[in-house]
Nanobody, 123 residues
Framework: QVQLVESGGGLVQAGGSLRLSCAAS????????MGWFRQAPGKEREFVAA????????DYKASVKGRFTISRDNAKNTVSLQMNSLKPEDTAVYYC????????????????WGQGTQVTVSS
């Protein structure tokens, strides 16, 4: 019932910034907690950030705290990930996801996944 489409990926130098966006279809966006995950070549998909249905609660992977900020705009059915002070190790395909509650999203138990957008950070 929900289609997720990521955008905003690209190539950026270390220390730079990038903003990812995820657009969701339908009129039930606010019923889902949202999250961002990433997967680097040869590695497992990992949790990056999550946000509750209202946006009142957020959760982050320890290595991105203070650098990344997740936000959502329920009126526009979008969730964003502002990434600052990017490092080469942030290079990965980034996916947005939707789940019932924030704890489920953070643990990877999501109902919907986007197709991903590539983020490459050069040194």
């Amino acid at each position: 019932q929900v289609q997720l489409v990521e955008s905003g990926g690209g190539l950026v130098q270390a220390g730079g910034s990038l903003r990812l966006s995820c657009a969701a279809s339908g009129r039930t966006f606010s019923s889902y907690a949202m999250g961002w995950f990433r997967q680097a070549p040869g590695k497992e998909r990992e949790f990056v950030a999550a946000i509750s249905r209202t946006g009142g609660t957020t959760d982050y992977k320890a290595s991105v705290k203070g650098r990344f900020t997740i936000s959502r705009d329920n009126a526009k059915n979008t969730v964003s990930l502002q990434m600052n002070s990017l490092k080469p190790e942030d290079t990965a395909v980034y996916y947005c996801a939707a789940g019932p509650i924030i704890r489920a999203v953070a643990s990877g138990r999501n109902d919907y996944w986007g197709q991903g957008t590539q983020v490459t950070v050069s040194s």
